[in-house]
């Protein structure tokens, strides 16, 4: 009688925990950030590409066509110059370039 409880016990609580391992990712770490936190990725901001039509300036920014005024995430295209833009948020400014500067020593 024993013998026949213990399987049935077994039995019923198998799929149960057959569910339950399924829902546990074994690469999650224990401690540490959440899953929430950890899904938020920050893409970088890059300067793409700066188009001038003659009459007006445009740039892309990230794959976005943008003109002064436009706003991309949390930062607003202040000017367009010659190789850089200007891009500016309530608390810092940011300037990116087409090309990032070389300096070579003379020889």
Do not use: C
């Amino acid at each position: 009688m024993y013998k026949l409880l213990s399987i049935i016990t077994v039995l019923i609580f198998l799929p149960l925990s057959h569910a339950v391992a399924q829902e546990i990712d074994p690469t999650r770490p224990l401690f540490g950030e959440s899953q929430a936190s950890s899904n938020k990725v920050t893409q970088a901001i890059e300067l793409q590409s700066i188009i001038n039509n003659g009459q007006q300036l445009t740039v892309v920014i990230n794959g976005r066509l943008l003109k002064v005024g436009d706003k991309i995430e949390q930062y607003q295209l202040k000017k367009i110059n010659k190789n850089s833009v200007v891009l500016s948020s309530t608390d810092k400014h940011l300037e990116l370039s087409l090309f990032s500067p070389i300096v070579a020593k003379s020889q």
